[in-house]
C-alpha cells in the first residue's frame, strides 16, 4: 500500500519562506512526475508545479520565479521551497505522484 505524507505547513508573514515536502512509502514504480497542488477557499485544486524523473520542472504562471521544487528519488521525497510568499498564497497544499497517490495535504496561511 502506498502512502504519501506531506509537511512543513504552517503560518508565515507576507515575504516569508517555507519549504514543503512529501515523503511516500510503499511500492512505486515508473513514477515520471511528482507534483504539488493547492486549494484555496472557494476555488478550484490547481496545479502549482512538477517535476519528471530527469529534473524537467514546470511552475504556475503564479508562482513562478518564487517556489521551486524538487525531488531525492532515494528518498522517495518531493520538496517544494517558497520564497516571497503572499496572502494569496494561502491554500491547503497538496502532494501527488504520478498523477495516482494523494497525501492529504498541509495548511499554508500567509498573513501578518
Known amino acids: 500500500q502506498v502512502q504519501v505524507v506531506e509537511s512543513g505547513g504552517g503560518l508565515v508573514q507576507p515575504g516569508g519562506s517555507l519549504r514543503l515536502s512529501c515523503a511516500a512509502s510503499?511500492?512505486?514504480?515508473?513514477?515520471?512526475?511528482m507534483s504539488w497542488y493547492r486549494q484555496a477557499p472557494g476555488k478550484e485544486r490547481e496545479l502549482v508545479a512538477d517535476?519528471?524523473?530527469?529534473?524537467?520542472?514546470r511552475y504556475a504562471d503564479s508562482v513562478k520565479g518564487r517556489f521551486t521544487i524538487s525531488r531525492d528519488n532515494a528518498k522517495k521525497t518531493v520538496y517544494l521551497q517558497m520564497n516571497s510568499l503572499k496572502p494569496e498564497d494561502t491554500a491547503v497544499y497538496y502532494c501527488n505522484y504520478g498523477f495516482a497517490y494523494w497525501g492529504k495535504g498541509t495548511l499554508v496561511t500567509v498573513s501578518s
Open positions: 510503499g511500492s512505486l514504480f515508473s513514477i515520471n512526475v
Open positions: 517535476i519528471t524523473s530527469g529534473g524537467t520542472t
